[in-house]
């Protein structure tokens, strides 16, 4: 199994729900990654987990906030979020074992917010 | 941080080869990525490039030029299918060596 699964697909939301994305990878990778990208701009870094611990957290607001539960698995919860939040979130996964180490993107979730 | 400077559109006929350019400024270079990624779809990865020189993978090369801050993208025998975006990203010996930073991307538009 090489590749990162993320439900769901699509969402949509209104400013005051609370949804979660969910990340998962059976590769045995020990980094996973959440980057938000908007239309024509690159993937922007918000969250890294090493070994199930919050390694880098992107100054990002606390709407957003990540969980990893296990190695496979990464979450993001989504709470009172604003219209300009609105992108696709990507999820990621690497090695985490130094080298190379390249990160494979799962398909995304594009997030809509009313 | 980093500075990433690659083109923004980049237009080439089928068949024919096109070379993609990314500048770079970094504290402490530690590899650079090339990534594709398709309107609407997830970046995937192409190349890899820590020491100076050529890699090549197929139809795909990248060079790097860690004295110049300068890496390449050669794309040859164009299909209408690379009709892409690519992402050239840095990774930097800094206090974690997970982080990627990427550039805005260059369109490629590959015509019949």
């Known amino acids: 199994d090489t590749e990162v699964t993320q439900t769901p697909k699509h969402l949509v939301m209104g400013m005051t729900n609370k949804k979660s994305l969910k990340c998962e990878q059976h590769m045995g990778h020990r980094a996973m990654y959440w980057y938000k990208q908007k239309a024509k701009k690159p993937p922007e870094l918000m969250f890294v987990?090493?070994?199930?611990?919050?390694?880098i957290n992107e100054s990002v607001p606390s709407r957003f906030s990540p969980e990893c539960p296990n190695s496979s698995l990464l979450n993001l919860h989504l709470h009172a979020l604003q219209p300009e939040d609105s992108a696709l979130y990507l999820c990621a996964s690497s090695p985490g074992t130094g080298g190379r180490d390249e990160q494979f993107f799962g398909p995304g979730t594009r997030l809509t917010v009313l | 941080g980093q500075n990433i400077d690659q083109p923004t559109e980049m237009t080439a006929t089928e068949g024919a080869i096109v070379q993609i350019n990314c500048t770079y400024q970094t504290s402490g270079f530690n590899g650079l990525f090339w990534y594709q990624q398709h309107a609407g779809e997830a970046p995937t990865f192409l190349s890899y490039?820590?020491?100076?020189g050529l890699e090549e993978k197929g139809r795909f090369s990248s060079f790097l030029s860690r004295s110049k801050g300068y890496s390449y993208l050669l794309l040859k025998e164009l299909q209408m299918k690379d009709s892409a975006s690519y992402l050239c990203a840095v990774r930097d010996r800094g206090s974690n060596d997970y982080k990627l930073s990427f550039g805005a991307g260059t369109t490629v538009t590959v015509r019949a």
């Open positions: 490039n820590v020491l100076d």
């Open positions: 987990y090493s070994y199930e611990k919050l390694s």
